[in-house]
């Protein structure tokens, strides 16, 4: 099991970047994936970005590529997601979470049932 504190939301204007941090403990972490997930009111939780603590692999959604990035810090147990650009819709509340690497694609990872471990989620708000 792996504990994830997520820091870094607020409140921004559109156009700006804002970057969430997660620090995770208490896991062998090249054994997970690490995700970002994000729900807006109304709205299921939905993939916005994971990395394969291991390899370094990565995978982005369709609606925030070329926008975010995700990425870890091996030294520091840290993993981030670094949102350029931002736009209203993007307001949500965003969560890290861990899934244990079964070694599958990534359509596997896309979906929040895979996750096991989550943080307690942190809100940012994109103002037009």
């Known amino acids: 099991q792996v504990q994830l504190v997520e820091t870094g939301g607020g409140l921004v204007q559109a156009g700006d970047s804002l970057r969430l941090s997660c620090a995770a403990s208490?896991?062998?972490?090249?054994?997970?994936?690490m995700g970002w997930f994000r729900q807006a009111p109304g709205k299921d939780r939905e993939f916005v970005a994971g990395?394969?603590?291991?390899?370094?692999?990565?995978k982005s959604a369709d609606s925030v590529k070329g926008r975010f990035t995700i990425s870890r810090d091996n030294a520091r147990n840290m993993f981030y997601l670094q949102m350029n650009s931002l736009k209203p819709e993007d307001t949500a509340v965003y969560y890290c979470a861990a899934a244990r690497d079964m070694t599958k694609p990534w359509t596997y990872y896309l979906t929040p049932a895979k996750f096991g471990d989550w943080g307690q989620g942190t809100q940012v708000t994109v103002s037009s």
């Open positions: 990395i394969d603590w291991s390899s370094g692999s990565t």
């Open positions: 208490g896991g062998t972490l090249n054994m997970y994936i």
